[in-house]
């Protein structure tokens, strides 16, 4: 691991943390940084405020200087004009980190801009690294770390796992790991990129790519520093890892808002798609597409081809899933004479349709099983490469879907007819075993399709 | 309201309905009608049986012919071969209406066409209209009355509501009404449209068109019979109701799954689009599209034109949202002057961005009235034809905003960041004030292009 990485390393587990700014005031971000972090179990928190000698049962310092303990990161909260200061005083005491959640620099114009590049090269006279300003930091879970505001507000898992996530939205990753940790999901490394004034999408690329706990990437972004790297980087790293990304910006309103949002300039939406298939890296458009491809990408192995069967006991459904499949890039499988043969001797004659779509009807009210078995005959298919189910929440039909999937070897995704009171349960039920449950069959076919997209990408 | 529609009307209010097939066994389908018609409080239910003499509670008739009373309905689930004799005596009995429940009709070949024309024609020449084969029926609130799946299993409203239902797609049907029920939306009536051996969609079209109860029309479609009157039907409905159509078999596939579906052949995706927009008809290709169209339809006033106001405390998902509203063909309004100085006063300085989308920034974790606020200087200025305001779900947020609703005039869309445990209680409390919730911007942003584009054919 090189330098940039290790210094990453060192920021993602800092053994402490000084909170500059922090604040006693009920409702202050002050507050909300030193009791979040307390509350996560972080080991080793130092206040620091101008006044106060403790704050919530720790001891606090006038200046950073005056802690006596080494200090790997700090977090940074004061006003504007005082930063560049407190980065000196960082630098003297020779940090590794520093988090900025000050805003109001690049974002505000170009004297902004202009403090940003003192900061950034002060701090790196000193070897020290700089995320912001206008960051909400970081979630390390096996740090028993997080700066993000709803981790730091609620409960936040500990618990490691795949998905590395970084973005030019900090609400964007906060609300990401908050929400898709509550479903399940386990993430490595989370970060809000700020404003870039020193470490940038590309540094956080380059480490998720090389970080042996993260397998999948998924990011928001606005525009892009080191356009070339980036792309060099994301085309071998998603040759191993997706990337899933959500560029906004894609339009000229949304560039602007855009620029006031994190002083940055996008490019034209051609020219990016045109980028991020030549990168392998997955495209969507809005926060439900991220986690809907998320869900298919974190559960489902790779499928050989973009062939799909479809099976659900409604038949309307099944035309008009057909309709979205085919118009988002798959192929209706062609099953094969044994699985017509096989599909004709388990389904009634009437009602059903045998073929694929598979329609098994409203049998499947009393006889819940035929979706597990119509499932395993279709997975046994060479023609098939992927399978998605469509059914109603009742339990009977979601266990006999499970059961199933204990022996089936292709990708398969569940789309949920959603009963307000069953939801939750029985999505739950299937994503412990595995099963991503996606509740509309258009936004399955999405996902779908785009696991069928990096595949192809993969085999080169 | 001529013959045709006097007749539909006959059939939605039946003042007695006879189960010919009914049955008592644990799994029927016999045993589902007769059950669910006498849990929902349908008065008069006679069912039929060949050796039963009494069923759950009821008598029981050997033959129509048997039945002491005048019978206005029959729903038919006996055998296929069958179909034609019973219908032949319920011609006799001189009912008003039947449902064929029975499938493997048309939709199985031409000999299934043929004897549905045979059905058609012995009930026609005696008065009485079919709906079916193939069809799982019709729900009417207001008749105590449901024959569709979901409402005979577990408990359906009987409070009508302003939205007719009609489709190709029996399941369709079963789930909407049974989903949006539970959501709070109110039906007029429901129908499977099944095979359309004699009602047809076109028929349901004309009727939901004329129906005072309905001012909202939803479909999902297959093939449409008679097309020309269908949609010189449509283009004049349109101007007074908005239609919400799901077409299935847009692509070659699709239409395929549709021939074995219902028996019907679909036409060219570009041929069906060019009708939708000639006829205003709302065109969507999905179940959640279609619901979420309905939530925008059923909640807010049209709005005037098509330039959108975003706000949120998400700069990410704002730049991204803005993308979603220029690809969805609608404008981001340009504030005037005023409301700009209304929200510069009002927003602190720094992490905000004044203009629009609008990002009211982090502060609103303290601050959470800055929504409400920001809602109503922005409903208050002409260049902004429509609201979008998307948030996490706290109650204080989601407060601020109902408290501003009742004050704002243009149609007001909320987007929020979904927390499992929260979501369902917000949903709730802002459905409640008739605020229409969509759990992802871009969705938010589909429905709202929807709802401009049918002002904008409305207004001529």
């Given at each position: 691991m090189?330098?940039?990485?290790?210094?990453?390393e060192?920021?993602?587990?800092?053994?402490?943390?000084?909170?500059i700014?922090?604040?006693?005031?009920?409702?202050s971000?002050?507050?909300?940084?030193?009791?979040?972090l307390?509350?996560?179990?972080?080991?080793?928190?130092?206040?620091?405020?101008?006044?106060?000698k403790?704050m919530?049962g720790?001891?606090?310092?006038?200046?950073?200087?005056?802690?006596?303990?080494?200090?790997?990161?700090?977090?940074?909260?004061?006003?504007?004009?005082?930063?560049?200061?407190?980065?000196?005083?960082?630098?003297e005491?020779?940090?590794?980190?520093?988090?900025?959640?000050?805003?109001?620099?690049?974002?505000?114009?170009?004297?902004?801009?202009?403090?940003?590049?003192?900061?950034?090269?002060?701090?790196?006279?000193?070897?020290?690294?700089?995320?912001?300003?206008?960051?909400?930091?970081?979630?390390?879970?096996?740090?028993?770390?997080?700066?993000?505001?709803?981790?730091?507000?609620?409960?936040?898992?500990?618990?490691?796992?795949v998905?590395?996530a970084?973005?030019?939205s900090?609400?964007f990753?906060?609300?990401?790991?908050?929400?898709l940790?509550?479903?399940?999901?386990?993430?490595?490394k989370?970060?809000?990129?700020?404003?870039?004034?020193?470490?940038?999408a590309?540094?956080?690329?380059?480490?998720?790519?090389?970080?042996?706990?993260?397998?999948?990437?998924?990011?928001?972004?606005?525009?892009?520093?080191?356009?070339?790297?980036?792309?060099?980087?994301?085309?071998e790293?998603?040759?191993?890892?997706?990337?899933?990304?959500?560029?906004?910006g894609?339009?000229?309103?949304?560039?602007?808002?855009?620029?006031?949002?994190t002083?940055?300039?996008?490019?034209?939406?051609?020219?990016?798609e045109?980028?991020?298939?030549q990168?392998?890296?997955?495209s969507?458009?809005?926060?439900e597409?991220?986690?809907?491809?998320?869900?298919?990408?974190?559960?489902?192995?790779l499928?050989?081809?973009?062939?799909?069967?479809?099976?659900?006991?409604?038949?309307?459904?099944?035309?008009?899933?057909?309709?979205?499949?085919?118009?988002?890039g798959?192929?209706?499988?062609?099953?094969s004479?044994?699985?017509?043969?096989e599909?004709?001797?388990?389904?009634?004659?009437?009602?059903?349709?045998?073929?694929?779509?598979?329609?098994?009807?409203?049998a499947?009210?009393v006889?819940?099983?035929?979706?597990?078995?119509?499932?395993?005959?279709?997975?046994?298919?060479?023609?098939?490469?992927?399978?998605?189910?469509?059914?109603?929440?009742?339990?009977?039909?979601?266990?006999?879907?499970?059961?199933a999937?204990?022996?089936?070897?292709?990708?398969?995704?569940v789309?949920?007819?959603?009963?307000?009171?069953l939801?939750?349960?029985?999505?739950?039920?299937?994503?412990?075993?595995?099963?991503?449950?996606?509740p509309?069959?258009?936004r399955?076919?999405?996902?779908?399709?785009?696991?069928?997209?990096?595949?192809?990408y993969?085999?080169?």
């Amino acid at each position: 691991m090189d330098r940039n990485l290790s210094q990453l390393e060192d920021i993602f587990h800092p053994r402490s943390i000084s909170i500059i700014g922090a604040s006693t005031r009920e409702g202050s971000f002050g507050r909300m940084f030193l009791q979040g972090l307390i509350r996560m179990g972080f080991p080793k928190v130092y206040p620091v405020h101008p006044r106060d000698k403790e704050m919530l049962g720790l001891p606090a310092y006038q200046n950073i200087k005056d802690i006596p303990y080494d200090v790997d990161l700090a977090v940074l909260m004061t006003s504007p004009r005082d930063t560049l200061n407190i980065v000196k005083d960082c630098a003297e005491k020779g940090m590794k980190g520093i988090i900025i959640f000050t805003a109001g620099f690049g974002e505000k114009g170009a004297d902004g801009k202009e403090i940003e590049q003192e900061i950034a090269s002060t701090a790196r006279q000193q070897g020290i690294r700089v995320i912001g300003p206008n960051s909400l930091g970081i979630y390390c879970p096996s740090s028993k770390l997080t700066t993000l505001a709803q981790g730091l507000m609620h409960d936040i898992t500990d618990e490691s796992g795949v998905v590395g996530a970084f973005s030019h939205s900090g609400s964007f990753v906060d609300y990401l790991t908050y929400i898709l940790t509550r479903k399940g999901i386990r993430f490595s490394k989370a970060v809000s990129c700020g404003n870039e004034c020193d470490l940038s999408a590309v540094d956080f690329l380059e480490y998720f790519g090389q970080d042996k706990e993260t397998k999948i990437l998924i990011s928001y972004l606005e525009g892009i520093k080191q356009g070339k790297k980036f792309f060099d980087l994301a085309r071998e790293i998603s040759k191993e890892k997706p990337i899933i990304i959500w560029k906004g910006g894609m339009t000229e309103p949304g560039a602007k808002a855009a620029l006031s949002h994190t002083g940055s300039l996008a490019g034209s939406k051609q020219i990016w798609e045109a980028m991020f298939k030549q990168a392998g890296i997955i495209s969507v458009s809005s926060f439900e597409e991220i986690v809907d491809c998320l869900y298919v990408f974190y559960s489902l192995p790779l499928p050989r081809g973009k062939r799909i069967a479809v099976v659900s006991a409604m038949g309307g459904t099944n035309v008009g899933t057909t309709d979205n499949c085919i118009e988002a890039g798959l192929e209706m499988a062609k099953l094969s004479n044994l699985t017509i043969e096989e599909l004709t001797k388990l389904l009634p004659p009437v009602g059903t349709s045998i073929g694929n779509p598979a329609d098994i009807s409203v049998a499947t009210l009393v006889a819940p099983d035929l979706y597990g078995e119509t499932l395993k005959i279709l997975d046994r298919d060479e023609n098939v490469d992927m399978l998605l189910a469509i059914t109603d929440p009742g339990r009977a039909c979601t266990q006999s879907i499970a059961d199933a999937a204990k022996t089936i070897n292709k990708p398969l995704a569940v789309t949920l007819f959603a009963l307000p009171e069953l939801e939750s349960a029985e999505y739950e039920f299937l994503a412990q075993q595995n099963i991503p449950v996606l509740p509309d069959a258009k936004r399955a076919v999405f996902a779908l399709s785009k696991i069928a997209e990096y595949a192809r990408y993969q085999k080169g």
